[in-house]
């Protein structure tokens, strides 16, 4: 069954350090999405992309983060300058033209 | 805004049923979702729901009903896997993302 990838798994960074994570999504799926979720509180939604264009983004996709499709099968949420509160799971999801977003193992960021 | 409100908490017993409650205040509504989420991993669909009644899936089950902003989720047959925690989404508006709730952890105990 078609999965969505996420790497890494973990990452731990300095404050102020850019760190870019990594997801390939499922391969005919058109929508992508990056959630967060900081440890024992709930899943919020960071930014959906569609057609090579942000389509929607919260308040906390502020200029620090960004989102790329470098090529046809990657998908990047870039931190510039990362802060203590920026420690959270990373959630990447994907889905085709149906309702039900697929969403991908996490990458687990630690900024010390 | 969005307001999701369910249980932080329930407990179960193996092989009993349980309904997980899930209210929500929003404009445009246009779905909600169950998610499953065990911890440390990712939340995983369970069901969908944009018209009022129920949509039953093998041992789960979900209703809504839109006039009163409110979904249940009915899960059968307990098993112990089942201890995770169940999160409510909602969609709403033209775009697609999700707001989720703050999840409800559910034990199931023998």
Not at chain 1, 58 to 76: L, Y
Not at chain 2, 13 to 37: D, H, K, M, P, R
Request: net charge negative; glycine share 8%.
């Amino acid at each position: 069954e078609p999965e969505v990838t996420q790497t890494p798994s973990h990452q731990v960074t300095q404050m102020g350090q850019e760190v870019i994570l990594r997801c390939v999504p499922i391969s005919n799926h058109l929508y992508f999405y990056w959630y967060r979720q900081i440890l024992g509180q709930k899943v919020e939604f960071l930014v959906s992309f569609y057609n090579n264009e942000i389509s929607e983004k919260s308040e906390i996709f502020d200029d620090q983060f960004s989102v790329e499709r470098p090529d046809g099968s990657n998908f990047t949420l870039k931190i510039r300058s990362t802060k203590l509160e920026d420690s959270a799971m990373y959630f990447c999801a994907s889905r085709d033209t149906y309702y039900e977003q697929y969403f991908g193992p996490g990458t687990r960021l630690t900024v010390t | 805004g969005q307001n999701i409100d369910q249980p932080t908490e329930m407990t179960a017993t193996e092989g009993a049923i349980v309904q997980i409650n899930c209210t929500y205040q929003t404009s445009g509504f246009n779905g909600l979702f169950w998610y499953q989420q065990h911890a440390g991993e990712a939340p995983t669909f369970l069901s969908y729901n944009v018209l009022d009644g129920l949509e039953e899936k093998g041992r789960f089950s979900s209703f809504l009903s839109r006039s009163k902003g409110y979904s249940y989720l009915l899960l059968k047959e307990l098993q112990m896997k089942d201890s995770a925690s169940y999160l409510c989404a909602v969609r709403a508006g033209g775009g697609n993302k999700l707001t989720f709730g703050t999840g409800t952890q559910l034990k199931v105990e023998l």
